[in-house]
Nanobody
């Protein structure tokens, strides 16, 4: 079916940069909005950034000016460029895709999918 595969997490010092990628695999018709969220263990999952199919973006205030979300529609991939990283950015980062696919009925269905998460750790 549909699978979101993330990559690019790791350990970085404060002030450094990382680039996350998330590719959508499977039989899909189109991808609408693609999003990044993050979660610290024991806390709720928080919104980070979103991008529409047309390229419009919105960011959480905590990352505005430091993170950049982008997408390659031909590759069904969304990216998150994270610069000027801070220790408080440490979390598991999840990508999320709102997409259209053909269901078992043969009709287009709107579904929401999540990646498995990738750990980002920023040391002080």
């Amino acid at each position: 079916q549909v699978q979101l595969v993330e990559s690019g997490g790791g350990l970085v010092q404060a002030g450094g940069s990382l680039r996350l990628s998330c590719e959508v695999f499977g039989s899909i018709f189109s991808i609408n909005r693609m999003n990044w969220y993050r979660q610290v263990s024991g806390l709720q999952r928080d919104f980070v950034a979103t991008i529409t199919s047309g390229g419009s973006t919105i960011y959480a205030n905590s990352v505005k000016g430091r993170f950049t979300i982008s997408r390659d529609n031909a590759k069904n991939t969304v990216y998150l460029q994270m610069d000027s990283l801070k220790p408080e950015d440490t979390a598991v980062y999840y990508c999320n895709a709102d997409l259209l696919r053909y269901g078992n009925s043969g009709y287009l269905e709107n579904d929401d999918y999540w990646g498995q998460g990738t750990q980002v750790t920023v040391s002080s």
